[in-house]
């Protein structure tokens, strides 16, 4: 079976670059939380106050197409990062939160519709 999340390599060059700068005490888990939380902020902020519309093309427009590829960056660099940190396995929790989703949303049930099923207990 192949991978659905495959991030060694984004993983590595991130170690990396915290190393030789000899970052690792302040990567905690709470700061790389707040940090990923900050950039998602910056991520949201491109798109406040526009219309639905207008929302779909922010990364087409050349005004806000680099940022908005910047803050996927940095959003996806904290993130990877903070699982690293966490000894988290990406690969298997996606897997893990797929199957759960396929039983909380059955297609009979959840197709075309956007309520949120209670969760599992």
Same mark, same amino acid.
């Given at each position: %079976? @192949?991978? /659905? *999340?495959d991030v060694a390599g984004l993983q590595e060059a991130v170690a990396r670059f915290v190393r030789e700068r000899e970052w690792e005490p302040f990567? @905690? #888990?709470k700061n790389?939380? %707040?940090?990923?939380t900050g950039e998602v902020g910056e991520l949201v902020e /491109?798109?406040?106050? /526009? @219309?639905e519309s207008a929302s779909h !093309?922010? +990364?087409?427009? #050349?005004a806000t197409?680099? +940022?908005v590829r910047d803050e996927l960056a940095d959003v996806l660099i904290y993130f990877v990062r903070l699982a690293a940190v966490? !000894? *988290?396995?990406l690969d298997e929790a996606v897997r893990s939160k797929? +199957? @759960?989703? !396929?039983?909380r949303y059955p297609v009979a049930s959840a197709r075309g519709n956007s309520r949120k099923a209670p969760r599992e207990g």
């Amino acid at each position: %079976m @192949s991978k /659905l *999340v495959d991030v060694a390599g984004l993983q590595e060059a991130v170690a990396r670059f915290v190393r030789e700068r000899e970052w690792e005490p302040f990567h @905690s #888990p709470k700061n790389l939380a %707040m940090a990923l939380t900050g950039e998602v902020g910056e991520l949201v902020e /491109l798109f406040q106050w /526009l @219309s639905e519309s207008a929302s779909h !093309e922010v +990364a087409r427009n #050349p005004a806000t197409a680099r +940022a908005v590829r910047d803050e996927l960056a940095d959003v996806l660099i904290y993130f990877v990062r903070l699982a690293a940190v966490l !000894e *988290v396995d990406l690969d298997e929790a996606v897997r893990s939160k797929l +199957a @759960s989703n !396929e039983r909380r949303y059955p297609v009979a049930s959840a197709r075309g519709n956007s309520r949120k099923a209670p969760r599992e207990g």
